[in-house]
């Protein structure tokens, strides 16, 4: 063989390998779920285990959040949203309430520089007017230091409620229909989807809740329409890769089918 046909021959081998590997990659990406909602239960359980006090379950769990941020934004996934606190969480006792609004502060204080290094974009779903000040501006710097990058959106539902949410769209869209700017004819599911916190991303595929609760704690009523639901015991500062990737497994294989037949 001549050394052209050598160079020509490796030169379509790999072209080919290249184009295997391309389209195993394109294949594994159509079965991962864009959107992934976490409800991140079990800080206190996984304490009182402990014997300590519920705080200490909710430190562990920002641990918890890294690794599962940064292993959901290495395997692709578009979107991840973490219910972090409910409207209905402010019934706890206040220094519950007063350490868990310092978190999202220390969570990105320390790791806003690696979400800005992996290109993540950071959202807040929820109302921001509630907040206190220190927790909502260490939320929306960064929102602001991290609007232009083009990875995953790390969406943080924090003082978010579904119903909250959506009584929230209603009031709006009632005070243009009522300034004449909007005919009532003209609201459907997706003009009323514009009005939600959620507006620009799409519905979650998937929905993982930790620390063996099945239930939706008022979290994304309207989104979850059509959302895989996965439960597992694990208490939230307990969960890992593994479980994520068996969260996904799962996903993988459902059968979806939005109200139709299979062809
Ligand atoms: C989830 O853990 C964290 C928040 C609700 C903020 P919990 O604090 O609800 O833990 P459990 O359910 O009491 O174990
Ligand atoms: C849901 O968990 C809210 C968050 C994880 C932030 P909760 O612990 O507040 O929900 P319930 O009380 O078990 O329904
Ligand atoms: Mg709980």
Redesign the pocket.
Known sequence: MKLFEVVLLSFSLSGLLFRQRKNKQDNKDAHLPRHVAI???GNGRWAARRRLPRTAGHYAGMTALRRIVRCASELGIAVLTV????T??WTRPKEEVDFLMKLPQEFLEVDLPELKRNNVRVKLSGNPGGLPSHTREAVETAVAETANNTGMVLNFALNYGGRDEIVRAVRKIAAAVAEGTVKPEEIDEEFFNKFLYTADLPDPDLLIRCSG?I?L?N?LLWQLAYAELWFTDVYWPDFNKQHFMAAIEAYRKRDRRFGGVRP
């Open positions: 409800i991140m239960d219910y972090a606190f409910s209905e969480n609760e239930r704690s979290f």
